[in-house]
């Protein structure tokens, strides 16, 4: 699979790395709820992963409960071979009680997510949904900004990311120009132009590296338009609907997945690195990971430049 840099991290990461936040989770048939987790599953799905070329594996403590920094932490334990192939994230901040953004907070989210990792340190740990906590306290000298400088310079930490859902409050801490990297949902894709006003500039004003979360839009551009389909925190209408059913016909003439369009489309731009998308079971991780090696033309890519716009639908909202 191609690789990019990370921006100043210099970290080298796979096009197509594994989110987690659904793992070990498998949908039932037409249904894109979350279900009962499988720890045995789990593991499956990171050794698909890697097995398939993806080293970048994105996780938190929030995901599952913590039981998916737990089976991470299983799958490499059991695979150490794989282990050596991949580079494993996570976050500090905000977990299945709460959020907890004070620097004791997050150095014992830090202390617990390597144990359960079972690793002594970390290439890099974002400051996760820093939404209800006031910027200037998770940048001040009792916050999360500063407990991962602390673990920086005593060498737990290399390098310190932001990563929040919203738009609105990730842009604030990408042009701080503090953050190495970001992780940057619900607002690059096909159908999803937010980062193009403001992060994406300030990524490249500070050489912030960005991981693009929800690249797939709930799973829309991974299947193209499905009858009676369902997807999490999204409403699409008919006409956005429709517009994904050009992209998709546009991908067939050129006999290319839409998969691999929707996952390769993100990283043209060159501060995206990587994208992230979730993948419950592992075929789900298999096919994503394979598509990051499919080989688009330019003539694709030009022909497609028309269709991308962006389309408020695939802007999350709350049930």
Not at 216 to 244: I, M
Not at 287 to 310: K, M, T, Y
Request: net charge negative; glycine share 10%.
């Amino acid at each position: 699979m191609r690789t990019k840099i990370l921006g100043r991290t210099g970290l080298e990461t796979t096009v197509v790395g594994l989110g987690t936040i659904f793992i070990g989770s498998p949908p039932p048939s037409g249904n894109i709820g979350r279900l009962e987790l499988d720890e045995e599953v789990g593991v499956q799905t990171v050794e698909a992963a890697i097995e398939a070329g993806c080293n970048w594996i994105d996780t938190a403590p929030l995901y599952g409960g913590t039981a998916s920094e737990k089976i991470i932490g299983q799958a490499l334990k059991n695979r150490p071979d794989l282990a050596e192939k991949c580079t494993v994230v996570t976050k500090a901040g905000n977990l299945q009680g709460g959020q907890d953004h004070s620097m004791d907070g997050v150095l014992r989210s830090v202390e617990a997510s390597l144990e359960r990792l079972g690793v002594d340190r970390f290439d890099l740990v974002y400051i996760h949904d820093a939404i209800k906590s006031p910027f200037d306290y998770v940048m001040g000298k009792d916050g999360a900004f500063a407990a991962l400088r602390k673990l920086q310079d005593e060498g737990v930490v290399r390098f310190i990311g932001c990563a929040t859902n919203d738009p609105k409050i990730n842009v604030l801490y990408v042009e701080s120009g503090e953050f190495d990297a970001a992780v940057v949902p619900n607002a690059w894709s096909l159908l999803n132009q937010v980062a193009a006003e403001r992060i994406l500039p300030a990524a490249e004003k500070y050489n912030t590296g960005i991981s693009c979360g929800t690249p797939l839009e709930r799973g829309l551009l991974a299947t193209g338009p499905v009858e009676g389909a369902q997807y999490v925190r999204r409403n699409f209408t008919p006409e956005c609907l429709s517009h994904v059913g050009k992209i998709q016909d546009l991908c067939r003439d050129y006999d290319i997945p839409l998969l691999a369009a929707s996952l390769q489309w993100p990283t043209r731009h060159p501060m995206v690195a990587n994208v992230i998308p979730g993948a419950r079971i592992g075929d789900e991780a298999r096919a994503n990971a394979e598509v990051g090696s499919v080989e688009i033309s330019e003539a694709f890519w030009d022909d497609l430049a028309p269709l991308v716009r962006h389309w408020d639908e695939a802007l999350p909202f709350d049930r």
